[in-house]
């Protein structure tokens, strides 16, 4: 297993536009998490999933931004009518359980134009 | 509110030259101290936990420690590749989500 892997590693797309990024976590971990960072600051929490279940959201997740996991496998986060301040750095994070180390995918580097 | 306060947010060393990054936290019942480190434009790497106050944890020529209030990564005569950004995030016995704070940006001149 070659830890967390998210795609597209870029993504540019015009404003009003919806997009999708999908995270693969290690297989063997029933939590993962979304994160959204921005330039000189920490990660922020979005959501989080224990299997195909999501189990908590941030009020930062607008309803223009919807997540999956079906069937406890891989993640997708769809944001809709991207807006410019959608701009960031999209993480998505895995873990075996609750209070463990969370390992990162390399993240998806969202530019809205 | 639950914090997470980091500092300096940014610090230039010498190679060779031994320093501490901060991670003051607010948080209730906590559960769990990370440290990560970031590379620009990668996400960030898993470095360490501490769950208990007195608990001490080492890799390499980092060492991080933990108090009832705040954690510190302390770097022994650090090399450039020491270079990145550190952050330190915190959970709570209640929940499963990483409360970060804002990072330090760590350069090391050679």
């Known amino acids: 297993d070659t830890g967390v892997s998210q795609n597209p590693r870029h993504k540019i797309t015009k404003r009003g536009q919806n997009v999708t990024f999908r995270c693969d976590p290690i297989?063997?971990?029933?939590?993962l998490y979304w994160y959204r960072q921005t330039l000189g600051q920490g990660p922020e929490f979005l959501t989080y999933f224990q299997n195909e279940a999501q189990l908590e959201k941030s009020r930062l997740l607008s309803d223009r931004f919807s997540a999956e996991r079906p069937k406890g496998s891989f993640s997708t986060l769809e944001i809709q009518r991207t807006e410019q301040g959608d701009s960031a750095m999209y993480l998505c994070a895995s873990s075996y359980g609750p209070n463990t180390e969370a390992f990162f995918g390399q993240g998806t580097r969202l530019t809205v134009v | 509110e639950d914090q997470v306060t980091q500092s300096p947010e940014a610090l230039r060393l010498q190679e060779g030259e031994s320093s501490s990054l901060n991670c003051s936290y607010t948080v209730s019942g906590l559960r769990g101290l990370f440290w990560y480190r970031q590379d620009p434009g990668k996400g960030p790497e898993f470095l360490f936990t501490l769950y208990s106050a007195g608990e001490e944890k080492e890799k390499e020529r980092l060492k991080a420690t933990l108090t009832k209030k705040e954690s510190f990564l302390h770097i022994t005569a650090p090399k450039p590749e020491d270079s990145a950004t550190y952050l330190c995030a915190a959970t709570k016995a209640s929940g499963s989500r990483l409360t970060f704070g804002e990072g330090t940006q760590l350069t090391v001149n050679p």
């Open positions: 297989s063997e971990h029933n939590r």
